[in-house]
């Protein structure tokens, strides 16, 4: 059994490694049980540090015109960058923790969102699939 | 050159394909390119979006019991599970309007969250690394 | 006209002065025009700016247990006062900028939720009312 | 002392009657209690309800471009309005389980801001009080 897995371990190497969601996903479980984090994680409290990581995310672009937005100066896209890696990594692991398949959620949502916005009808406009 | 790139992904398909990353941005790129929709994707919009998706996945847990949230009842999981590939998508979205490679800034993170939280000070704790 | 107005005034202030409302609505708005801050608050960013004090309120509840929240140690009381206010102030200087008096829509948004949410349905349930 | 009390809140009425703050607060406790929702009503719920509240306000501004927010059309603005009112009805609610004098919190505040942001270095620029 060990054997087989360790085979398995090797072929999917020589395939370009695990995706790297289950790579995040792996990471991020063993940062938790290092810390014994667990009792923490629970899924209401994800979903809380996930919502405060966007609004440091959100910050940044507070006071800032629309257009702007497009072209931050190197500093400023740094700081967003680590807010962005901090949205992914609690969105990872509150998935995991209930035990949802991001990538097949995101995919199955995408279906979704084609039937919702066909292209003859949001073409060119910001409405909502309510109001199209 | 050409020629490389066709062998190169060739070779990129028989080790399996893409990364789910990868994937999810050439999909969404080419959802808002159909939909003419790149006008209103500007950063600062897109991280309010973001903000947005992911207060209704919070909503889920609004007046849910700490411990009840670690186990969903099937309707419910189902809901939070579109909701969450709503935030994967936006989240992938944005940082490509910001160029920013997502897996990278993520690795990047978990380096820095090492060293903020080393496991001898943080284990078994919820304090803020400011106050370990 | 204007004598009118200044023996309503004056009749006001009689009468105990200016709702707090009122009085923080005026303040606000003395403190932007001293720093000619009316170019930056604009709707969107103050309901941005909005969005961002809520998550520093709400952070402070992060990996907090349900009933612990009901109890806060002083110091963390503290902390939470101050956010409780900045929500205030952003929250009112939003509705002036958009012209909305805040306790109406406040009584008239009372009487909408005894509506959706009436004593016999609502009693010891947390249901949405989409749901009752 | 109790006939002193008495004596003040006689004043306070015949004064115009109590604040605004004062009468939502006391109204939105009745609310709960008539449908036995106290239970629900801990600190960190209301956190995260005032949380999603804020959310359906942002969302009215999603995609609009920042000044147009500053005129909105009627229907918006209706909507709005309604949300703005959501917001404050929870925000005094939370205050309230927390035994939080929101309006003494919110002059506190105005008077470290003053000092944060002082006029002769915060006038025309939105950036925070720690690049000033």
Known sequence: MARRRATDSKRARSRGGPDSFETLRSALRQF???????QF???KNLAIA????VAE???HFQWMPDRESAALPPGKRAEVREELA???LYLIRLADKLDI????AAADKMVIN??????????GTSRKYTDL
């Open 32 to 38: 938790a049980t290092e810390r014994d984090w667990d």
């Open 41 to 43: 994680h629970l899924p």
């Open 50 to 53: 996930l919502s405060v990581e």
């Open 57 to 59: 995310l959100l910050e």
């Open 86 to 88: 901090d949205v992914l």
């Open 101 to 104: 398949d991001l990538v097949s």
């Open 114 to 123: 084609s039937k919702k916005y066909p292209v003859h009808k949001a073409r």
